[in-house]
């Protein structure tokens, strides 16, 4: 779609200079600074959120998660299958492959803004569960759902979205997963730190790993659910980049989308875990795979159709695009 005009510049000669009249572009010193004015405000305005998300980081005590390197290799281990899954997006990419700076910067990024739904989430939890059961389901799909499906898109929306770099809508989906990424991390190393007792985190080697105990395990089945719910949220955000007349409802759409996924996820994993468990007659943890097996399997797979479903697209455009290239070729040579 072409930017709409204003209706001088719709009516008027080629050759009549609208600048300032209903035409705009930068001339002069005044059209400099103005410039230059934007650009700071705006690169202000991202500088302010990652600054305030690294005091909030700090302040809950992530920092010091991230940095002791007992809580750093329980919390490696348990991104271990979130960061496969977050490759295998990448390497689905068609188009290109997404510079590595770019990546780290949006995995940073994505560390960063979980501590805004951390805040969110801890001070609304209490109003809802007054509430009991019902109050618990409404935290899910009204707070915890839309609140870190928002920070995961807010983390490829401050510097991924305005590069060059993401130059197609599957891109989207690509640096979304690497968010969720970001955000399974930060959150996997908050619950071990919180679940890991002193003295057992003391032990060495082999023993670390069992000092973990459940948490990581659970901690490794929950982080792919987070690139999977993100990584939906961001193709649409790539939609919305190259559909601006329609950008908003896209991008709402794609967070109604994750949110939805997520905590249906979380309103229904414990259920689920415990009719497995009921009917299979295994232990707590090993239903607790399987249901997190089944379902992120299913949302997953949908997200690999909708990646699958742009690669077949662009291939078809790409074969149509050399067979006008070659007819054109052709005629030119007769032509001459």
Same mark, same amino acid.
């Given at each position: 779609?072409?930017?709409?005009?204003?209706?001088?510049?719709?009516?008027?000669?080629?050759?009549?200079?609208?600048?300032?009249?209903?035409?705009?572009?930068?001339?002069?010193?005044?059209?400099?600074?103005?410039?230059?004015?934007?650009?700071?405000?705006?690169?202000?305005?991202?500088?302010?959120?990652?600054?305030?998300?690294?005091?909030?980081?700090?302040?809950?005590?992530?920092?010091?998660?991230?940095?002791?390197?007992?809580?750093?290799?329980?919390?490696?281990?348990?991104?271990?299958?979130?960061?496969?899954?977050?490759?295998?997006?990448?390497?689905?990419?068609?188009?290109?492959?997404?510079?590595?700076?770019?990546?780290?910067?949006?995995?940073?990024?994505?560390?960063?803004?979980?501590?805004?739904?951390?805040?969110?989430?801890?001070?609304?939890?209490?109003?809802?569960?007054?509430?009991?059961?019902?109050?618990?389901?409404?935290?899910?799909?009204?707070?915890?759902?839309?609140?870190?499906?928002?920070?995961?898109?807010?983390?490829?929306?401050?510097?991924?979205?305005?590069?060059?770099?993401?130059?197609?809508?599957?891109?989207?989906?690509?640096?979304?997963?690497?968010?969720?990424?970001?955000?399974?991390?930060?959150?996997?190393?908050?619950?071990?730190?919180?679940?890991?007792?002193?003295?057992?985190?003391?032990?060495?080697?082999?023993?670390?790993?069992?000092?973990?105990?459940?948490?990581?395990?659970?901690?490794?089945? *929950?982080?792919?659910? /987070?690139?999977? &719910?993100? +990584?939906?949220? !961001?193709?649409?955000? $790539? =939609?919305?980049? %190259?559909?601006?007349?329609?950008?908003?409802?896209?991008?709402?759409?794609?967070?109604?989308? *994750?949110?939805?996924? /997520?905590?249906? &996820?979380? +309103?229904?994993? !414990?259920?689920?875990? $415990? =009719?497995?468990? %009921?009917?299979?007659?295994?232990?707590?943890?090993?239903?607790?795979?399987?249901?997190?097996?089944?379902?992120?399997?299913?949302?997953?797979?949908?997200?690999?159709?909708?990646?699958?479903?742009?690669?077949?697209?662009?291939?078809?455009?790409?074969?149509?695009?050399?067979?006008?290239?070659?007819?054109?070729?052709?005629?030119?040579?007769?032509?001459?």
């Amino acid at each position: 779609m072409s930017r709409r005009r204003d209706p001088v510049e719709k009516r008027a000669d080629d050759a009549v200079d609208l600048y300032d009249i209903a035409t705009w572009e930068r001339r002069g010193v005044i059209d400099g600074i103005a410039s230059g004015i934007y650009r700071v405000l705006v690169a202000s305005a991202r500088l302010f959120i990652v600054v305030v998300a690294l005091l909030i980081l700090v302040g809950i005590g992530g920092l010091s998660a991230l940095t002791d390197p007992q809580i750093g290799a329980l919390t490696l281990l348990s991104a271990l299958p979130a960061l496969g899954l977050a490759i295998y997006v990448r390497r689905s990419d068609i188009t290109s492959n997404e510079p590595l700076s770019l990546l780290v910067a949006t995995f940073l990024l994505g560390v960063l803004t979980a501590n805004f739904a951390a805040v969110l989430n801890s001070a609304l939890k209490g109003v809802f569960s007054t509430l009991g059961f019902v109050g618990t389901i409404l935290f899910f799909y009204l707070v915890v759902g839309p609140v870190e499906e928002t920070v995961k898109l807010l983390a490829v929306r401050l510097y991924a979205y305005g590069t060059e770099s993401f130059e197609a809508v599957v891109d989207g989906a690509v640096y979304g997963a690497v968010a969720g990424l970001g955000f399974a991390t930060i959150e996997n190393a908050l619950y071990i730190t919180q679940n890991l007792d002193a003295p057992t985190a003391t032990t060495a080697g082999l023993g670390l790993i069992g000092a973990g105990g459940g948490i990581t395990a659970i901690r490794a089945l *929950a982080g792919p659910g /987070h690139v999977i &719910y993100s +990584a939906f949220a !961001g193709y649409y955000l $790539g =939609l919305a980049k %190259f559909n601006p007349q329609n950008r908003g409802p896209i991008v709402i759409k794609g967070l109604l989308v *994750a949110a939805l996924i /997520h905590a249906t &996820y979380n +309103a229904t994993v !414990g259920i689920g875990t $415990g =009719l497995i468990a %009921f009917a299979t007659g295994l232990s707590q943890l090993p239903a607790f795979l399987v249901y997190v097996l089944l379902y992120d399997g299913i949302f997953g797979l949908l997200l690999v159709g909708k990646i699958r479903r742009y690669s077949t697209a662009y291939r078809q455009a790409h074969a149509a695009e050399e067979r006008d290239e070659s007819s054109f070729d052709v005629e030119s040579t007769e032509f001459e």
